[in-house]
């Protein structure tokens, strides 16, 4: 079964760190580029990040760059999130997303999707 | 950055009714849009991609058409599952990939 498991989410105070990690089982995950999308409560959905298949290339929202890092492990069938400087805007559900193409940038679309995990950033 | 708009964000419509949803970027993106379908507490479903290419598995009662600027996205019959929130999202110019806002369609 193709699947996507996201975990790390949790309660986390302004200006702490958090990292997601997002386990991809049952198709080859080095053949594909690997996404972040987020939701916040009752709102739509706004793309994070992404990596291609090679971690060769990268890209960011302009509202997460510079405190948000993406990275996978292909030998773990693994993708991460490392949310750094976090403020209250960035709570929301945040999903791993796979991409039907191998580098980013590139005609991306999302066709498997995790469940999401949720990070709440408050005082 | 393109901006996407959809519209309606909201509409409401019977089971059996055609449904069209509409989505404009703020430049040409050629076919680079896809449609993802959204239930509550659920992940997004890619529906179509390329503008106009279903996604396996998805009903052909979905279809899409547009380039360019305008697309849309058709509901020949709706059935009582259809009823979620519809985003469109561009692959043209990126980063940033963006979607629209969301179109929720409701039960009449």
């Known amino acids: 079964e193709v699947q996507l498991v996201e975990s790390g989410g949790g309660l986390v105070q302004p200006g702490r760190s958090l990292r997601l990690s997002c386990a991809a089982s049952?198709?080859?995950?080095?053949?594909?580029?690997m996404h972040w999308v987020r939701q916040a409560p009752g709102k739509g959905l706004e793309w994070v990040s992404g990596i291609s298949w090679n971690s060769g290339s990268t890209g960011y929202a302009d509202s997460v760059k510079g405190r948000f890092t993406i990275s996978r492990d292909n030998a773990k069938n693994s993708l991460y999130l490392q949310m750094n400087s976090l403020r209250a805007e960035d709570t929301a559900l945040y999903y791993c997303?796979?991409?039907?193409?191998?580098?980013?940038?590139?005609?991306?679309?999302?066709?498997?999707w995790g469940q999401g995990t949720m990070v709440t950033v408050s005082s | 950055d393109i901006q996407m708009t959809q519209s309606p964000s909201s509409l409401s419509a019977s089971v059996g009714d055609r449904v069209t949803i509409t989505c404009r970027a703020s430049q040409s993106i050629s076919s680079y849009l896809n449609w993802y379908q959204q239930k509550p507490g659920k992940a997004p479903k890619l529906l179509i991609y390329?503008?106009?290419s279903l996604q396996s598995g998805v009903p052909s009662r979905f279809s899409g058409s547009g380039s360019g600027t305008d697309f849309t996205l058709t509901i020949s019959s709706l059935q009582p599952e259809d009823f979620a929130t519809y985003y469109c999202?561009?692959?043209?110019?990126?980063?940033?990939?963006?979607f629209g806002q969301g179109t929720k369609l409701e039960i009449k």
């Open positions: 390329a503008a106009s």
């Open positions: 999202q561009q692959s043209y110019s990126t980063p940033p990939v963006s």
């Open positions: 049952g198709f080859t995950f080095d053949d594909y580029a």
């Open positions: 997303a796979k991409d039907i193409v191998a580098t980013i940038h590139e005609r991306d679309a999302f066709d498997i």
